[in-house]
């Protein structure tokens, strides 16, 4: 079976590397050459709007998906239209624009922060009577790893903010956060759906520097409460694939932030931690074979590589790593590859993520 993947990064490359070991045939559509293509024999490098080669790549395939909501809708809707595509095009729409995904988790009955649509001047005027201040002016598509946002404390910021950014905005009020959570799901082609365990990660400055699982001191209700929420969401957008949510835990309780329908970052640590990694149930999801076990080994933690490749001897030292590199190009504030950990234990756990990022962030930029 051919799986056709829409885009050229480390998302891509994973899903590739995961076909390969289940004997199916990664194909990618890229505008270029990049870490992706570099994992299958089967790349097509065209521009996203050169329909014949599309056309091409659309019946090349059995299957297709994305590798990341970027990817420009016209070409998911019209390779979706030539072959079977999952997750559907309609449920991608609304997680590529915040304002329609606020509605979306909203009307699945999932809190959000409180919004408001900035439409014009007018109403960033007047968005501290909504959402009150500090707020957070956000570009509604496009933004990602905290860029495209600005902090507010006050109408005329908001109305500078919304001019700097220049393209559709919402503002949100500022969530007063404990931490922050996310949890992955997969929903196969037959409506089953696999959870792994929520992870608390931790950002800076917007970048998502690691993961850990079981997010500790998460109660069971709590973590059976971000299933239900979850599952309504996927259910209602007839989903198929990897889906994931960020959330924050507050004093009251959960409120999401965003939904990345597809593998995520903070679901890497999967590939070394769970049963069946992210990757792998996205790949069956998509081919409509069965999901695999989503469950835990035991204690895991995923570290970003940002900026620089930290000296591989002294990450290869270290007992349980798993380092994964992407084969990208170096560059300050560029994910460039990550570090599995696992552990039989939460203290030898802890012991090992403070030895891996005191690698890893001494040379990260
Ligand atoms: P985002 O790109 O929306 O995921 O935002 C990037 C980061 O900014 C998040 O991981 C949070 O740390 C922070 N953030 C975003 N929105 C809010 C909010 N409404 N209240 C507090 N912090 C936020």
């Known amino acids: 079976m051919r799986i056709g993947i829409l885009g050229g990064g480390q998302l891509g490359r994973m899903l590739a590397m995961a076909a390969h070991r289940l004997g199916l045939t990664p194909v990618i559509y890229a505008p270029g050459p990049g870490c992706a293509s570099a994992a299958t024999d089967q790349s097509r490098l065209h521009a996203w709007d050169d329909l014949a080669a599309l056309d091409a790549f659309a019946e090349s395939v059995d299957v297709c998906t994305f590798e990341v909501e970027h990817v420009p809708l016209e070409v998911v809707e019209r390779v979706a239209a030539r072959v079977a595509f999952h997750p559907n095009p309609s449920a991608l729409i609304p997680t590529r624009d915040r304002l329609l995904e606020k509605r979306l988790l909203n009307n699945a009955g999932i809190p959000t922060a409180p919004y408001v649509d900035l439409a014009d001047e007018e109403a960033a005027r007047t968005l501290g009577d909504v959402v009150g201040f ?213 203290e030898a756990l802890e012991a090992l993520l403070a030895q891996t990022r005191a690698i890893v962030e001494a040379v990260t930029e």
Not at 153 to 164: K, P
Not at 192 to 202: K, M
Not at 245 to 257: C, K, P, R, S
Request: contains cysteine; hydrophobic residues 40%; negative net charge.
């Open 134 to 346: 500090p707020a957070l002016v956000k570009l509604r598509t496009g933004g990602y790893d905290g860029k495209g946002m600005a902090k507010v404390e006050s109408a005329e910021q908001a109305v500078q903010a919304m001019r700097d950014l220049d393209a559709p905005c919402i503002a949100e009020g500022w969530v007063p956060w404990r931490r922050e959570l996310s949890i992955v799901a997969a929903r196969g082609g037959d409506g089953t759906i696999a959870f792994y365990a929520p992870a608390e990660n931790t950002h800076v400055e917007g970048i998502l520097r690691h993961s850990r699982v079981p997010a500790p001191h998460l109660s069971e209700a709590d973590r059976l409460l971000l299933e239900a929420h979850t599952r309504r969401l996927v259910e209602q957008m007839d989903y198929v694939g990897v889906i994931a949510i960020e959330w924050f835990e507050t004093e009251g309780g959960f409120v999401a932030n965003e939904i990345a329908p597809r593998v995520h970052n903070s679901g890497h640590w999967t590939q070394d931690g769970a049963h069946c990694s992210q990757f792998e149930n996205h790949i069956r999801a998509v081919a409509s074979l069965p999901l695999g076990d989503t469950g835990s080994t035991g204690p895991s933690a995923m570290v970003n590589i940002i900026g620089q490749v930290p000296p591989l001897a002294s990450v290869l030292a270290l007992p349980r790593v798993a380092p994964h590199l992407y084969g990208k190009t170096a560059r300050p504030g560029r994910k460039i590859g990550h570090v599995n950990l696992t552990a039989d234990t939460d």
